[in-house]
């Protein structure tokens, strides 16, 4: 098993543009969640899905979209980056056990 | 309302040292469950241990122990005998009933672990 793979690992975007980061999971998990991670911070939530065509807001969703066609699925869009959008992007799915993430995708925006 | 206190920063230790992260948390939930998670220098989330509120027995797995303590709403870690592969930031982390619905999960500020030779 993969469990949660992310792309890409780094990226710098420069302000305005626009990119998707990918997140796949194998694990068959309905849940599945985008979270950022500042320098010495916890992780926000951006978005949340609890299955296939379903996403709702986390606390920090303003500048980003998801969609989750599949239940592999749920990349998260950036329309106009920001310099406040520089930060590490953690995808993860959970099951009962508790959560699994990506390794992470290092966002830098200039 | 919800939250998850991890006072201690940065602890420095020498190898070998025992050592203990410290979790407070708060839930108004009777059920509920906590984590841990370990984040190494090369970033990555490694899930350690999830504990449900209605197991109070404490765990151990090898140099790893967990004490929960309702009483005192407490979660803590101790590494016995640290190595330097232990350097890391240790998350704690709590959820609510349903711990695989954890848009309710709540994070810790992390305290990093640096373990010198």
């Known amino acids: 098993n993969a469990g949660v793979t992310q792309t890409p690992k780094f990226r710098i975007l420069k302000i305005g543009q626009s990119m998707t980061l990918q997140c796949a999971q194998d694990?068959?998990?309905?849940?599945m969640y985008w979270y950022r991670q500042d320098p010495g911070m916890g992780l926000k939530l951006i978005y949340y899905?609890?299955?296939?065509?379903?996403?709702d807001k986390g606390e920090v969703p303003n500048g980003y979209n998801v969609s989750r066609s599949t239940t592999e699925d749920f990349p998260l869009r950036l329309e106009l980056a920001a310099p406040s959008q520089t930060s590490v992007y953690f995808c993860?799915?959970?099951?009962?056990?508790?959560?699994?993430f990506g390794q992470g995708t290092r966002l830098t925006v200039v | 309302a919800q939250k998850v206190t991890q006072a201690q920063t940065e602890i420095s230790v020498v190898e070998k040292e025992d050592v203990t992260l410290d979790c407070v948390y708060e839930t108004r939930d009777t059920t509920y469950y906590l984590f841990w998670y370990k984040q190494p220098p090369s970033g990555e989330l490694v899930f350690l241990i999830r504990r449900n509120s209605f197991d109070e027995q404490n765990e151990i797995s090898g140099r790893y122990s967990w004490n929960f303590q309702k009483s005192t709403s407490s979660f803590n870690f101790t590494i016995t005998a640290s190595q330097v592969v232990d350097s890391a930031v240790y998350f704690c982390?709590?959820?609510?009933?349903?711990?695989?619905?954890?848009?309710?999960?709540?994070w810790g500020l992390g305290t990093s672990l640096g373990v010198n030779p």
């Open positions: 694990m068959n998990h309905n849940y």
């Open positions: 982390a709590l959820s609510g009933p349903n711990a695989g619905n954890n848009r309710k999960l709540i």
């Open positions: 993860a799915s959970t099951d009962r056990q508790g959560a699994f």
């Open positions: 899905s609890v299955g296939a065509g379903i996403t």
